[in-house]
């Protein structure tokens, strides 16, 4: 399903007059488009529960809610996912806002493994596995790991290719309630900056991450499990509910507490 972008006619003129960053300042729904998954459950636009405004997005994934596409398969390498895909993209060189709240549900199934809720990806990145394989890793990803979220970061180093993860605060501490997110990622003023902020507070800040440079990014959501061929039993049905999301140039332009609902 794809959302239609409110005022993309203005969105569209400020791109063409001034470039990104002033397309950006526009609140609204972003466009969006289904990523390896096509299940009727998968993914649903619902009217309750809600942050604000009349609808948000329900993400489900199922035990063997694996996809392929000429490109990729899960399938084959042990994952599962319901997630989407922002069109709208950036390039480095550019300080951009991503803001959204998200709801968990109470008692959500928890696992030994990454269970991605958001991420920050990268188009044409190639990096070297200390094994030898080549890895397309995405730049930054919030990861649900047993009861923590994490913020995990990928870099090439000498090694090969790592990611460091970071403690943000329990899943239990978010269930049952929305929790509202903005992540800044600066790669204007620095080489990749980035800030974490959870209900009105920095709880996050990392300087300079960014180790190779990508033709441009975009920001994924919803859920994405990986690693389920090293566990001994399928992780059970997992829900998260996104709403209230936006791409902008500033943190007041895509604050959910400052601004009325995109729907």
């Known amino acids: 399903m794809i959302f239609l972008q409110k005022n993309q006619t203005l969105c569209?003129?400020?791109?063409?007059?001034?470039?990104?960053?002033?397309?950006?300042?526009?609140?609204?729904?972003?466009?969006?488009?289904?990523?390896?998954?096509?299940t009727a459950h998968g993914y649903k636009i619902i009217s309750s529960p809600t942050r604000k405004g009349e609808q948000s997005q329900r993400f489900e994934v199922r035990p063997g809610d694996c996809g392929r596409d000429f490109k990729w398969s899960d399938c084959d390498v042990g994952s599962e996912r319901s997630e989407v895909a922002a069109k709208q993209q950036w390039h480095h060189g550019d300080d951009v806002w991503i803001g959204f709240s998200i709801y968990v549900p109470p008692n959500i199934p928890k696992a030994n493994t990454w269970?991605?809720?958001?991420?920050?990806?990268?188009?044409?990145?190639?990096?070297?596995?200390?094994?030898?394989?080549?890895?397309?890793p995405n730049h930054m990803q919030f990861a649900m790991s047993g009861n923590d979220l994490e913020l995990a970061v990928w870099?090439?180093?000498?090694?090969?290719?790592h990611a460091e993860s970071y403690y943000l605060r329990s899943i239990k501490s978010m269930e049952g309630k929305w929790t509202d997110i903005q992540w800044r990622f600066d790669t204007k003023n620095s080489n990749g900056d980035l800030e974490i902020?959870?209900?009105?507070?920095?709880?996050?800040?990392?300087?300079?991450?960014?180790?190779?440079?990508?033709?441009?990014?975009?920001?994924?959501?919803?859920?994405?499990?990986?690693?389920?061929?090293?566990?001994?039993?399928?992780?059970?049905?997992?829900v998260v509910i996104y709403d209230e999301v936006r791409i902008g140039s500033t943190r007041e332009a895509v604050n959910v507490r400052s601004l009325p609902a995109v729907d």
């Open 115 to 136: 269970t991605t809720i958001g991420q920050i990806h990268q188009n044409d990145v190639k990096m070297t596995a200390p094994d030898g394989s080549t890895k397309s």
């Open 197 to 238: 902020w959870m209900d009105d507070r920095l709880v996050k800040r990392l300087s300079d991450t960014v180790t190779v440079k990508p033709s441009s990014y975009y920001f994924k959501y919803g859920i994405y499990r990986a690693g389920l061929k090293r566990l001994a039993a399928p992780i059970p049905t997992q």
């Open 155 to 161: 870099s090439q180093t000498e090694q090969g290719a």
């Open 12 to 38: 569209a003129a400020l791109l063409l007059v001034f470039g990104l960053s002033a397309c950006m300042e526009v609140s609204n729904e972003l466009p969006v488009e289904r990523s390896l998954n096509n």
